[in-house]
């Protein structure tokens, strides 16, 4: 099984910080990576697919790179409804995610 | 606009089977996505269960393979999911979901239902 892991746990920031979320997988899954983004109550949503394409609909303020065993998700400009848990998921094999990243307003 | 919504009974004894059943509106199942499960226990991070294709070909989680089970109805545009052997661990929220061929990438969700393994 491929684990992922994310840190940090819990971040956070205030309107119009720029944050980092890192995602680091068990073993290479190429650019099989995706992101979502998760409110209370909510389905996760769809935000980065392929480790850094962007989701039709979804802000440019969301971007996401890296390839192998380490992704990072960057949020620009952090707006009032971003602010919720964020999750990666691998799909290279299988599909396995990580544990969430928390977005907290400080 | 595609729109997935789950239905089933919210509470199940322990070593009971879940059924669980996805209808999908505004997209025909027969239409080269495949249908997928994820589970999502409280508090933690959701897990794939599977997925299926509308010809019935699953795609299994293989933690899951001898547990599960899945199952399509094109006449009415569902698809649906068996849990076997439940107990307390198998509590989560449980949603389906769409992604194209093997590419598990979700970007389609139901709202999710509640299913509590409760004696």
């Known amino acids: 099984d491929i684990q992922m892991t994310q840190s940090p746990s819990t971040l956070s920031a205030s309107v119009g910080d720029r944050v980092t979320i890192t995602c680091r997988a068990s073993q290479s899954i190429s650019d099989w990576l995706a992101w979502y983004q998760q409110k209370p109550g909510k389905a996760p949503k769809l935000l980065i697919y392929?480790?850094?394409s962007l989701e039709s609909g979804v802000s440019s303020r969301f971007s996401g790179r890296g390839s192998g065993t380490e992704f990072t998700l960057t949020i620009s400009s952090l707006q009032p409804d971003d602010f919720a848990t964020y999750y990666c998921q691998q799909y290279n094999s299988y599909s396995s995610f990580g544990q969430g990243t928390r977005l907290d307003l400080k | 606009q595609v729109h997935l919504q789950e239905s089933g009974p919210g509470l199940v004894k322990p070593s009971e089977t879940l059924s669980f059943t996805c209808t999908v509106s505004g997209y025909s199942l027969t239409t080269g996505y495949y249908w997928g499960w994820i589970r999502q226990p409280p508090g933690k991070g959701p897990e794939w269960l599977g997925s299926v294709f509308h010809t019935g070909r699953p795609y299994h989680n293989p933690s899951l393979r001898t547990r599960v089970s899945f199952s399509v109805d094109t006449s009415k545009n569902q698809f649906s999911l068996r849990l076997y052997s439940v107990t307390a661990a198998d509590t989560a929220v449980y949603y389906c979901?769409?992604?194209?061929?093997?590419?598990?990438?979700?970007?389609?969700w139901g709202q999710g239902i509640l299913a509590t393994v409760s004696s």
């Open positions: 392929k480790a850094s």
């Open positions: 979901a769409r992604h194209p061929r093997e590419i598990l990438a979700f970007d389609h």
